[in-house]
Each structure stands twice: as structure tokens, then as C-alpha cells.
């Protein structure tokens, strides 16, 4: 298993930028995807953006596309979500998770391939 801690949310403008932060610890970070979801008041958990295991390949919700840029350091075991140009409906408590497929680098990601999880971190943008 893999102990997950994000940082980094908060309340912004639209139109304003956060950078989030996970830290992993435990099993071997490198050799998993990693992706970031969120799930605001009243609605499901939603994907918002994946990474393969390598860096090399990443994954967008339509939603993030052009505005959210997920990356990831396995030398410190960390991984980001940069987004910038937030909207309202942004709004929402964004997890980082820890895909359950090692070494997997394929285009398919969904709450189920993703088995350990943070605690989520708030993010406000007000109108």
C-alpha cells in the first residue's frame, strides 16, 4: 500500500491558478500511475487527470484539457496538479490517487484501477 498526503488547495478568484501537491510514501511511487480526481458537493468522484508510471504519458478529463497540467518527481516521490484559468465549477475536493496496475501504460483510468487514495484537499474559486 501506499500512504498518500496532498497539500496545496485553498480559495482563488477565477481565473487565478493553484498548484497541488501529493506526497507518497510506502510502496515503490515509480513504478505506479498516478492520477488526481475530485468530487464536489452532491456529485460523484470524478476523474480529473492521470499519469503513467515513466512521465511519459498523460491523461485529461474534457474539463482539464488546456488548463491542467499533471506531472510528477519520482526522485521525491511527488506528484502535481498545476491548474491554471479556474472556473466555480472547479470547485471541489480534489484526491490524489495511486493506480493499482504497476508498470501499466495504457490510456484507461477509472476509480476502480486506483487503489489507494489521500485524504483530498479543498479548492474554493469564487465568481
Known amino acids: 500500500q501506499v500512504q498518500l498526503v496532498e497539500s496545496g488547495g485553498g480559495l482563488v478568484q477565477a481565473g487565478g491558478s493553484l498548484r497541488l501537491s501529493c506526497a507518497a510514501s510506502?510502496?515503490?511511487?515509480?513504478?505506479?500511475?498516478m492520477g488526481w480526481f475530485r468530487q464536489a458537493p452532491g456529485k460523484e468522484r470524478e476523474f480529473v487527470a492521470a499519469?503513467?508510471?515513466?512521465?511519459?504519458?498523460?491523461y485529461y478529463a474534457e474539463s482539464a484539457k488546456g488548463r491542467f497540467t499533471i506531472s510528477r518527481d519520482n526522485a521525491k516521490n511527488t506528484v502535481h496538479l498545476q491548474m491554471n484559468s479556474l472556473k466555480p465549477e472547479d470547485t471541489a475536493v480534489y484526491y490524489c490517487?495511486?493506480?493499482?496496475?504497476?508498470?501499466?501504460?495504457?490510456?484507461?483510468?477509472?476509480?476502480?484501477?486506483?487503489?489507494?487514495w489521500g485524504q483530498g484537499t479543498q479548492v474554493t474559486v469564487s465568481s
Open positions: 499519469l503513467s508510471w515513466s512521465g511519459s504519458s498523460t
Open positions: 490517487a495511486a493506480d493499482k496496475r504497476r508498470f501499466y501504460s495504457g490510456s484507461y483510468y477509472s476509480k476502480q484501477t486506483f487503489a489507494s
Open positions: 510506502g510502496r515503490t511511487f515509480s513504478s505506479y500511475p
